[in-house]
């Protein structure tokens, strides 16, 4: 399989605990993206990687959120002292990144971390 | 802060009809994109419109981008049952940055 791999499928955790999800793009992808999704809602934008480098931030993303993406492959995103409106689907994305053409500036989407915190 | 609309939010209609679905955004942008998502999916890439005056199709789907009116669309063409999913327009500001999405439109295409 050569898509955007998440892990895990599925988190339940309980309000206050740490969750991290993993996000594996697709090999030559230089460009890493992490949106929020909820119920009904189009996604919303936390951040993104060119490479290892996080090149922005959301306001949405609270010091809460850390993201990292270490050696410009795969990246986690860590929630610490989770809450109840943290609940949602986390969906990573990653691209070619080369500007001017079509297909190169396409995200390909996971198929997403869903997180329901009790 | 760039606003994404999407008209209609909730569309019913009937199989072999034509409709089209509307992307509004506040910002001047010549990046946009249309994604599909399944009930409990993940969000498949349609179309990247990178210009004014873009047209791309794909089957019975077809989108527009006039960036002056800071408007695309997407045409579906005598619709079919698999063609029920929601339909999320995106608008990136430069090269590679954010996409920031509409609400989406929820298509049912009844027998």
């Known amino acids: 399989d050569t898509g955007v791999s998440q892990d895990p499928r599925h988190k339940i955790t309980k309000r206050g605990q740490n969750v991290t999800f993993r996000c594996d793009p697709i090999s030559e992808h230089n460009r890493l993206y992490w949106y929020r999704q909820t119920l009904g809602q189009g996604p919303e934008f936390l951040t993104y990687f060119q490479n290892e480098a996080q090149l922005e931030k959301s306001r949405l993303l609270s010091d809460r959120f850390s993201a990292e993406r270490p050696k410009g492959s795969f990246s986690t995103l860590e929630i610490q002292r989770t809450e109840q409106g943290d609940s949602a689907m986390y969906l990573c994305a990653s691209s070619l990144g080369f500007a001017g053409s079509g297909d190169n500036e396409k995200l390909f989407f996971g198929s997403g971390t869903q997180l329901s915190v009790l | 802060e760039l606003k994404v609309e999407q008209n209609p939010l909730f569309l019913s209609m009937q199989e072999g009809k034509n409709y089209t679905i509307y992307c509004n955004y506040s910002?001047?942008?010549?990046?946009l994109y249309w994604y599909r998502q399944d009930p409990g999916k993940s969000l498949e890439s349609l179309f990247v419109?990178?210009?004014?005056?873009a047209v791309k199709q794909e089957g019975r789907l077809m989108a527009s981008l006039d960036t002056k009116a800071r408007l695309s669309t997407l045409h579906i063409t005598a619709a079919v049952h698999d063609l029920s999913a929601t339909y999320f327009c995106a608008v990136g500001e430069t090269s590679g940055s954010r996409l920031t999405f509409g609400e989406g439109t929820q298509l049912t295409v009844n027998p």
């Open positions: 910002t001047t942008s010549d990046r």
């Open positions: 419109l990178l210009s004014n005056g």
